[in-house]
């Protein structure tokens, strides 16, 4: 059985609850803490370029008049793909394209394809304001976050972001059109039906399931997942906290459409990225004899996940290492003989 939705029919789940007058205080203290996403109505309503972005023509002047003329990135896809940017049919690659354009070149084309019926899809990515759009972060201010995150935007046609994670915060600001979210606890994974793990549209991997048609018979365990769903709609001037590594899958709905967002993470650098982590592991551990994963299970464990399971009082400080604090210099030369060790 195929499971067919209608724009804007709801499937399953819940839907994410919402706030208004959020400040930086609320946020930090109990969105942020609570790890569960929140819609934050009318956040950024204020912004110039929301009330620009009531008009394709005048968001365009205004984004062309502070554009620094560099390339962005954007993705091209054909009419058939039906703005659903995913892999090619038989997984070896994707079914859009890779372009450089300039921004006004790129918006231009936007809006000439919004105003057609049966047209290409195309989608300027993740590019930074600074350095791109003058003035845009000061024009545009962030009220829940330290102003050294930096902004990025998103503007494009219709289209479909298959379901993804990022290993970061993320708030996403709705600008122009309207988004619509549907989010899953880290813990769908199993049920999402991920595709190639190095093979990537942006190097974290997407599930294969087409939300806006759900096939159960080919996903089955995709039922599982659409009933532990958040679901929102945002207008725009609305926000949304995406929690570290949710799942999430975001439609474009309207002709022309723009998203701000913000990527963060409390991690320090010289720590490492998890994601590194969790290759090694796959490595080095998954191929093991039961025996000896169930084995490493406990020590990760105790070393990794149980909290309070690594009491190291009974180890005088100086002999602590790894099991006490770690400073940053200590945190680069555990990265360093890690590096040493891997490269024989």
Known sequence: MTAVTEPGERVGGRPIPERRDVDRDLFEREILTAGRPVVMRGLVADWPVVKAGRSGDDLRRYLVERDT????????????????????????????????????????????????????????????????????????????????????????????????????????????????????????????????????????????????????????????????????????????????????????????????????????????RPQDALTLAMLAIRDLPPTHRAAWRAMFDHYVFDDAAVDAAHVPPHAQGMLGPLDPRTARQIRAALARTLSR
């Open 69 to 272: 003329g560099a390339p962005v990135g954007a993705l091209t896809a054909p009419a058939s793909a039906q703005g659903r940017f995913h892999y090619n049919a038989d997984l070896t690659g994707f079914n859009f394209r890779r372009v450089q354009l300039r921004l006004a070149d790129a918006l231009t084309t936007i809006l000439q394809y919004g105003s057609e019926a049966q047209a290409p899809s195309l989608a300027v990515q993740s590019v930074s304001t600074r350095g791109q759009l003058s003035g845009f972060d000061r024009e545009n201010p962030m009220p829940l976050l330290d102003p050294a995150i930096e902004p990025r935007i998103w503007v494009g046609t219709r289209g479909v972001v298959a379901t993804h994670h990022d290993p970061s915060e993320n708030i996403a600001c709705c600008v122009a059109g309207r988004r619509r979210f549907t989010l899953f606890p880290p813990d769908q994974a199993r049920n999402l039906y991920l595709g190639p793990f190095e093979l990537t549209p942006a190097g974290a991997q997407i599930s294969l399931a087409d939300l806006t048609d759900p096939d159960l018979d080919r996903f089955p365990r995709l039922a599982e997942a659409l009933d532990a769903a958040w679901t929102t709609e945002l207008e725009p001037g609305d926000a949304l906290y995406i929690p570290y590594l949710w799942w999430h899958h975001v439609e474009a709905t309207e002709a022309v459409n723009m998203l701000v967002n913000y990527w963060w993470d409390a991690q320090p650098a010289e720590r490492g």
